[in-house]
């Protein structure tokens, strides 16, 4: 069996279109050989973008003492979030950015796996 050698390759991203490059180191430290799958994503917007199956939005408002609240996402309506969805010792306030799968509850869709990203008090100093 004749083995290729890895070499770069130029790549053009899936979400965002720029070229990227697709190293032989990177190849050879995912296991990738001349017939793998190849990136379909820039480094970028694989850093911004959620990992598969999840979402982003942020915190519209959560009233901690009855443990809900709501979430705003992208081009979709609000989402329930419970407190049982966050980790424990974990708070939600307004404006946290946070990442999550949706679940179909017996009322409708809900947030659960919430993992806060960037607190609002951080955005904030951030700007």
């Known amino acids: ?15 965002c279109g720029i070229s990227f490059l697709w190293s032989a180191e990177e190849q050879r430290a995912a296991g990738a050989g001349p017939a793998s799958p190849r ?24 009233h901690r003492r009855k443990s809900y609240g709501f979430l705003v996402r992208t081009g979709s309506p609000d989402l329930f979030v419970h407190g049982s969805a966050l980790p424990s010792g ?8 946070v990442e999550f799968h949706v679940e179909t509850g017996e009322r409708g869709p809900l947030a ?16």
């Open 90 to 97: 974990v708070r939600l306030y307004p404006g946290d950015l």
């Open 1 to 15: 069996m004749r083995h290729e050698r890895l070499r770069d390759r130029i790549l053009y991203c899936d979400t």
């Open 112 to 127: 659960a796996g919430v993992t806060v990203l960037l607190p609002a008090a951080e955005a904030d100093q951030a700007d």
């Open 39 to 62: 990136p379909q994503r820039c480094a970028a917007c694989r850093r911004l973008a959620p990992a598969p199956g999840r979402e982003r939005g942020l915190v519209k408002w959560f």
